[in-house]
């Protein structure tokens, strides 16, 4: 797929048809919806509440991340997800929705908290 096709493809999509699969993928590790919140406001300042305000709005990924407020040390996530290294995406929008898929993915492998949370 053009990578531009899938920035906008990416850029349209609600998160709150992805937040279930984000559930579904860390509670079948035993990892719980509370981790994974936390770990969504670590990166995104959404708190559990506005968390729940936004799914219910079924808002896109692009307003999704236009409304956060960014944790600057996401730069330290690093790695493949998708076959893409994150620190490599080009495009603002497709590496923040990565960087929250990589740490979705950390959550469900099992990584401690603090990793996950880039706790020095």
Not at 2 to 22: G, N, T
Not at 46 to 68: M, V
Not at 88 to 108: G, H
Request: charged share 30%.
């Amino acid at each position: 797929m053009e990578q531009s096709k899938q920035d906008a493809r990416i850029a349209s999509m609600s998160f709150a048809s992805v937040y279930p699969h984000y559930v579904t993928k860390v509670e079948k590790k035993d990892r719980t919806e509370q981790e994974l919140q936390q770990v969504i406001e670590w990166l995104t300042g959404f708190n559990e509440q506005q968390l729940q305000q936004l799914i219910a709005e079924k808002i896109s990924f692009k307003d999704f991340f236009d409304r956060a407020k960014l944790n600057p040390a996401m730069d330290q996530v690093k790695g493949v997800i998708c076959g893409y290294r994150v620190e490599e995406i080009e495009n603002p929008l497709t590496r923040q929705v990565r960087v929250l898929d990589k740490l979705v993915d950390e959550l469900a492998k099992g990584k401690k908290m603090e990793k996950i949370l880039r706790t020095p």
